[in-house]
């Protein structure tokens, strides 16, 4: 199928993209193209323009400052695996990117536009969950107006190929927590065997002190509309030695932190991914305490 008629335009910078937003209704933002365009194709999406952002240098580079990793939206997966400062800063996020898809879509998916797209089964939205990201947003009037704003993953992924961001906004950067020496990352899934899509997946960041869990941060996706933190878990490992023991009891509870609305499909049913989640918790622990091994 072919995609309907839609006009075309390449904004040069940020402010100029916001602008045409307003000025052309219905308009999408086109930004590698891995998310938009198979829906275009699909007329899944119709819009009457498309405004090519991709050139815009703005939207570009990682930087690490004060604790903070900003990785510009436009930022491609592989340049984010390749990154030595996040390799350094938050290494989590370098494995998860290279998880994701082929060479050719890490070269050319950006963050940004797999964040926006909000696909369940996406690996950033699960991750950057975890590891409570935030996301820099600009609508109209630029930043000396006050136009920018900065949104938690928690309250970022609304459902299903649903955000925050409004019609007329631009996200320009996600803010990732550097790591502290104390504290643990990993991310495990159930991989589609073709796209490398997650059937589910797990993404936990643990704080430990004197071999004991002080903090968890766990959420589990690819089988709900967006990402859910597993509250139940985190509780479970608070104040708890890590060891295999522990670490699968905490993770039997996840199933009490599903909602009902667990999705099924052709790969795979809803109940059978209810059980996964609590593999996929597992298995993420366990590498981050190092008794297990991607």
């Known amino acids: 199928m072919y995609a309907a008629e839609f006009d075309y335009h390449k904004a040069s910078s940020v402010a100029e993209a916001i602008q045409m937003l307003g000025q052309y209704p219905d308009a999408k933002l086109l930004a590698g193209g891995h998310s938009l365009l198979p829906m275009l194709k699909m007329r899944l999406a119709n819009p009457t323009a498309l405004i090519d952002i991709g050139?815009?240098?703005?939207?570009?580079?990682?930087?690490?400052?004060?604790?903070?990793?900003?990785i510009g939206a436009l930022t491609t997966h592989q340049e984010i695996a390749a990154s030595q400062d996040i390799q350094?800063?938050?290494?989590?996020?370098?494995e998860a990117a290279e998880g994701i898809g082929d060479p050719q879509v890490r070269n050319r998916g950006t963050i940004g536009g797999n964040v926006v797209h909000s696909d369940p089964a996406s690996d950033w939205p699960t991750v950057l969950t975890a590891?409570?990201?935030?996301?820099?947003?600009?609508?109209?009037?630029?930043?000396?107006?006050?136009?920018?704003?900065t949104v938690n993953a928690s309250d970022f992924f609304k459902g299903l190929f649903e955000t925050d961001l409004k019609e007329n906004e631009v996200l320009t950067a996600i803010e990732v927590p550097r790591l502290n020496s104390n504290q643990l990352a990993e991310?495990?899934?159930?991989?589609?065997p073709a796209s490398f899509y997650a059937v589910v997946g797990a993404s936990v960041v643990i704080t430990v002190e004197n071999d004991r869990c002080t903090?968890?941060?766990?959420?589990?996706?690819?089988?709900?509309?967006?990402?859910?933190r597993a509250s139940s878990v985190e509780s479970a490992l608070v104040g708890q030695q890590l060891n295999a023991e522990s670490v699968r009891a905490a993770a039997d509870l996840v199933a009490n932190d599903l909602s009902g609305s667990l999705m099924g499909d052709f790969y795979a049913s809803a109940d059978y991914r209810k059980a996964m989640a609590a593999v996929e918790?597992?298995?993420?622990?366990?590498?981050?305490?190092?008794?297990a091994h991607h």
Do not use: W
Request: aromatic share 2%; with cysteine.
């Open 88 to 94: 350094n800063a938050c290494m989590v996020v370098a």
């Open 187 to 192: 991310y495990a899934k159930m991989a589609h």
């Open 281 to 291: 918790t597992r298995h993420a622990l366990m590498h981050a305490i190092g008794l």
């Open 131 to 149: 590891l409570n990201a935030r996301f820099v947003i600009q609508g109209p009037g630029g930043i000396t107006h006050r136009a920018t704003r």
């Open 215 to 228: 903090a968890a941060s766990i959420a589990v996706g690819g089988m709900v509309p967006n990402p859910i």
């Open 55 to 70: 050139g815009i240098s703005e939207l570009k580079g990682i930087t690490v400052n004060d604790g903070t990793v900003t």
